[in-house]
């Protein structure tokens, strides 16, 4: 099933277990991960963003549904990391992708980004 178009999934006291590279069809298992990472695990957060509408994601009601998706995700954190959100494998632009976070983490309160 999708999430619907508020939600988000956080999962906290995440731990990785292995190394991995790609995403989407190239995504690929590259051995086990050798557990350097220090700290307390870290939360993870999950979100979708819109898929198979290149042509019309600048119409208001979609930039609004991924603008708020990302406000619940990020709701909470001190430190937010997305890499090419929704760009990749679901054909959107780079630029709105990056400002709708930009926009979402300054209204949560996310010192960096």
């Given at each position: 099933?999708?999430?619907q178009d508020e939600e988000a999934v956080r999962v906290s006291g995440a731990a990785q277990f292995s190394r991995y590279a790609g995403f989407a069809s190239t995504f690929e298992f590259?051995?086990?991960y050798d557990g350097r990472r220090r700290g307390?695990?870290?939360t993870v957060c999950a979100m979708d963003a819109l898929q198979g509408c290149a042509r019309i994601q600048f119409g208001r009601g979609l930039v609004?549904?991924?603008?708020?998706k990302a406000?619940?995700?990020f709701d909470?954190?001190?430190t937010v990391a997305t890499g090419n959100w929704g760009c990749g494998a679901f054909g959107n632009d780079h630029v709105l992708k990056f400002l709708q976070q930009w926009l979402a983490a300054s209204d949560a309160g996310v010192e960096r980004l």
């Amino acid at each position: 099933s999708f999430l619907q178009d508020e939600e988000a999934v956080r999962v906290s006291g995440a731990a990785q277990f292995s190394r991995y590279a790609g995403f989407a069809s190239t995504f690929e298992f590259q051995g086990d991960y050798d557990g350097r990472r220090r700290g307390a695990p870290p939360t993870v957060c999950a979100m979708d963003a819109l898929q198979g509408c290149a042509r019309i994601q600048f119409g208001r009601g979609l930039v609004l549904r991924d603008l708020n998706k990302a406000r619940a995700a990020f709701d909470g954190a001190r430190t937010v990391a997305t890499g090419n959100w929704g760009c990749g494998a679901f054909g959107n632009d780079h630029v709105l992708k990056f400002l709708q976070q930009w926009l979402a983490a300054s209204d949560a309160g996310v010192e960096r980004l």
